[in-house]
């Protein structure tokens, strides 16, 4: 199987165009749907299929280089580097935040069975992942070895995510007034933002607490594609829940409701998180009526495996309001 094959396989606009007709987006005159990136390929869902996109390339062009990088035990990323480690031959290595007495995720055990081999890192050594000298130490011990950043977010991955907007070629969700995505590393936000029409406004939910540094990210690394920053865009608050992979009740209340009235599945992760924001921003009244609103489904569905009784657990326990 190569990579080209699936791509010609690639499911035609209808099928990776959800229309969403929910009471709160009718009562606020709201047109909105959802682009299934995690429709796009079974292994290298979502995102991770754009970000990679510049590899792929080189790979189909006959590079074979092994390839490093890092991630959790539930990356998304990971497991689409494994993938395509595996489509064209090549060694493929995650570093992993933890310790090597753990028992293997799902994740881990595709990847493995891709043929990708991990190393973990301790808590010190995976806060050191950007920092020159470790980079440095990294080169020594892995000499010949490319090494993909966390997330597989650089300027290949902003070049790759700009090809977003051609799947949605011929329809009229490419003129959208906004399309809203997760960030987590910001390489897709950053892509959306290079590749947007004019007068498309891209929102940007970070899902972890990134303060000021979020929107300073994003601009470093369309800087470092080469894009001038073109505007139109911003970052939505509340869509952290308090960290990185936290699961509040809530969240996972909103999680379960919102598959239930729209039947698409979220990752609690990324897109329960974009998603829960974006109703928020709807009720304060962000977007004005009229408006088509574009969310962009990253895919993630590979990570949930791992939380998926922590949802059904949490969830139970919530009840509150849910703005869905
Ligand atoms: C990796 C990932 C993201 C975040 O993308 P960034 O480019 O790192 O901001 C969003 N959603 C899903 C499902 C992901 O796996």
């Known amino acids: ?18 229309p969403l007709d929910l009471p709160l987006y ?20 979502g995102n991770k299929w754009f970000k990679l996109r510049g590899l792929a390339e080189r790979l189909r ?6 390839v490093l990088s890092f991630g959790g035990i539930w990356s998304n990323h990971l497991h689409a580097l494994a993938y395509l480690g595996y489509l064209f031959n090549i060694p493929t290595l995650g570093l992993v935040r933890g310790n090597a007495g753990q028992s293997e995720t799902a994740m881990m055990e595709d990847a493995r069975r891709w043929g990708m081999g991990f190393v973990f890192l301790g808590r010190e050594q995976y806060l050191r992942r950007q920092d020159d000298d470790f980079l440095a130490e990294l080169k020594e011990c892995y000499p ?33 007034e906004y399309a809203v995505c997760a960030l987590g590393t910001g390489g897709t936000l950053a892509g959306l933002i290079a590749g947007k ?8 939910v970070p899902v972890l607490q990134l303060g000021a540094a979020g929107p300073e990210q994003v601009a470093s690394l369309l800087e470092s594609a080469g894009v001038d920053d073109p505007g139109g865009w911003s970052l939505a ?19 379960i409701r919102f598959e ?19 109703h928020r921003q709807v009720q304060e009244g962000f ?5 088509r609103v574009l969310l962009i489904h990253t895919g993630g569905l590979q990570g949930r495996r791992g939380m998926q009784r922590k949802v059904e657990q949490r969830a139970a326990a919530f009840n509150g309001p849910l703005s869905v």
């Open 1 to 18: 199987m190569t990579l080209s094959c699936s791509e010609r396989l690639q499911p035609d606009l209808q099928s990776l165009i959800t």
């Open 26 to 45: 009718r009562h606020h005159g709201l047109r909105v749907a959802m682009l299934r990136l995690d429709r796009i390929h079974p292994q290298i869902s």
């Open 61 to 66: 062009a006959g590079e074979r280089p092994a």
């Open 144 to 176: 010949g070895w490319e090494v993909v950043p966390e997330g597989g977010s650089d300027r290949q991955a902003v070049l790759g995510c700009r090809e977003i907007w051609q799947l949605l070629s011929g329809s009229e969700w490419a003129s959208s």
């Open 197 to 204: 029409p004019e007068t498309t406004r891209v929102v940007g």
């Open 237 to 255: 608050g509340g869509g952290d829940f308090g960290g990185y992979a936290r699961l509040p009740a809530e969240l996972a209340a909103f999680l």
């Open 260 to 278: 239930a009235r729209a039947r698409v599945s979220l990752d609690p992760v990324y897109t329960a998180k974009m998603v829960s924001a974006f």
């Open 287 to 291: 977007y004005p009526a009229g408006s």
